[in-house]
């Protein structure tokens, strides 16, 4: 593959890609980084609303780039400058302890509000207060594996191309419109308008999901509202939705985490509405 292009950490292309560690800059750029072969495909295929790839450039060491030709090609094929750097290149731009070789530049590819609501979604996740970017990437991932139509994070939440919410989310980022920066009122009200029914998933819900399954209300446009890990939705987010609804714990466990439990209400709305009578 050749000589490694990019040998000092100290290069304005590093510099320019370390930086997008830091929202700031991350919100100035409107760019962000995207670590390790399955990351960076889903990158090279992606093109914005406006019909522009999403993957700006590539670095790679030589080992990487001779294993993941087929990515190399990709991105080259999707316009994106590739460099190849040296193995200290890649940790001082990389986020985790094991840099896998592969760091892409995307750009933001968030989806407006507005754009998220015209398509009528019948299966939308809500994190409002969403602290830590690892649950909201595995959210999104649990969300995509669903089917979900869309992910809202209201203006409380993580940054959504934070590099921990990125990774956690396994390329499901590239899959499905991610509306950011929304507030709760908001997305509650525009979704409603859509003809969504809205469900706040709470431990100390009034609903109980196994009951909302056995009646059969759950097979219309539904959006799942969960709240902040350590202390779930405030009592005025409960009141937005149309029921407050708890997963059932049959066993002793104390709780379940975030994730856990949207990936249960999140197939339970999945299944209801594949199944429902008339659905296609």
């Given at each position: ?16 890609a ?7 800059f ?13 990351a ?13 790839p ?52 995307c ?10 609501i015209?398509?009528r ?10 602290r830590?970017?690892g649950n909201?990437?595995?959210v ?20 959504l191309?934070n ?9 499901s980022?590239?899959?499905l ?9 908001q ?25 909302e ?6 097979g ?51 299944r209801?509405?594949?199944t ?5």
């Amino acid at each position: 593959m050749g000589t490694p292009e990019l040998i000092s950490p100290r290069s304005p292309r590093v510099a320019a890609a370390r930086r997008l560690a830091r929202r700031n800059f991350r919100g100035k750029e409107r760019r962000f980084i995207a670590e390790g072969p399955q990351a960076v495909r889903e990158a090279a295929d992606h093109r914005g609303s406006d019909g522009e790839p999403t993957l700006i450039e590539l670095f790679a060491t030589v080992e990487a780039a001779e294993r993941y030709e087929t990515i190399v090609e990709a991105a080259h094929a999707a316009g994106a400058r590739v460099h190849l750097a040296d193995s200290e290149v890649l940790a001082d731009v990389s986020q985790t302890v094991t840099p896998q070789g592969l760091i892409g530049v995307c750009r933001f590819l968030d989806t407006p509000f507005e754009a998220v609501i015209a398509a009528r979604p019948k299966l939308v996740a809500v994190l409002a207060n969403v602290r830590d970017p690892g649950n909201a990437g595995t959210v999104l991932r649990c969300a995509d594996a669903a089917g979900a139509d869309a992910v809202v994070l209201t203006d409380a939440s993580v940054d959504l191309y934070n590099p921990k919410s990125v990774r956690a989310s396994v390329g499901s980022l590239f899959h499905l419109p991610v509306a950011v920066g929304v507030p709760v009122e908001q997305a509650v009200r525009g979704l409603r308008d859509a003809g969504v029914r809205i469900l706040a998933a709470d431990g100390a819900g009034k609903d109980d999901l196994d009951d909302e399954l056995d009646a059969g209300t759950m097979g219309g446009p539904t959006a799942w509202v969960f709240g902040n890990e350590a202390w779930g939705l405030p009592e005025e987010t409960r009141a937005l939705a149309d029921a407050v609804v708890r997963v059932p714990i049959h066993g002793k466990a104390e709780s379940l985490n975030l994730a856990t439990a949207a990936a249960v209400c999140l197939y339970a709305s999945a299944r209801a509405q594949r199944t429902r009578p008339g659905a296609a």
